[in-house]
């Protein structure tokens, strides 16, 4: 039900723009959220968005202020722009629908997942 792309190696300082694609339903009623799990470690809450937009979360320990939660409905996908990338941001990141419209940053609120797509960062 959803799909993310857009990931791969970059380097550090570079960007990239996860997408994540829904199909044979439509999210356009539900919160969406990013969640990323690095190599040895939890996975962990990224952003979240609500369902009409409006509102956004950030885990600001880890993005701060370097990646852009998005959605567009018309398209029913969500995106994570990432920016200044840092080794640090080396995970497999996860798309995910929540059980309701506010866009939580638990992970135990959301019901769909995606596959998941890697980030690998080079020094």
């Known amino acids: 039900l959803l799909v993310e792309s857009g990931g791969g190696l970059v380097q550090a300082g570079g960007s990239l723009r996860l997408s994540c694609a829904a199909s044979?339903?439509?999210?356009?009623?539900?919160?969406m959220g990013w969640f990323r799990q690095a190599p040895g470690k939890e996975r962990e809450f990224v952003a979240s968005?609500?369902?009409?937009?409006?509102?956004?979360?950030y885990n600001t320990g880890s993005t701060r202020g370097r990646f852009t939660i998005s959605r567009d409905d018309a398209k029913n996908t969500v995106y994570l722009q990432m920016n200044d990338l840092e080794p640090e941001d080396t995970a497999v990141y996860y798309c995910a629908a929540d059980r309701s419209y506010g866009g939580s940053e638990l992970e135990s609120d959301y019901v769909y997942w995606g596959q998941g797509t890697q980030v690998t960062v080079s020094s």
């Open positions: 044979g339903r439509s999210f356009s009623d539900r919160g």
């Open positions: 968005i609500s369902w009409s937009g409006g509102r956004t979360f």
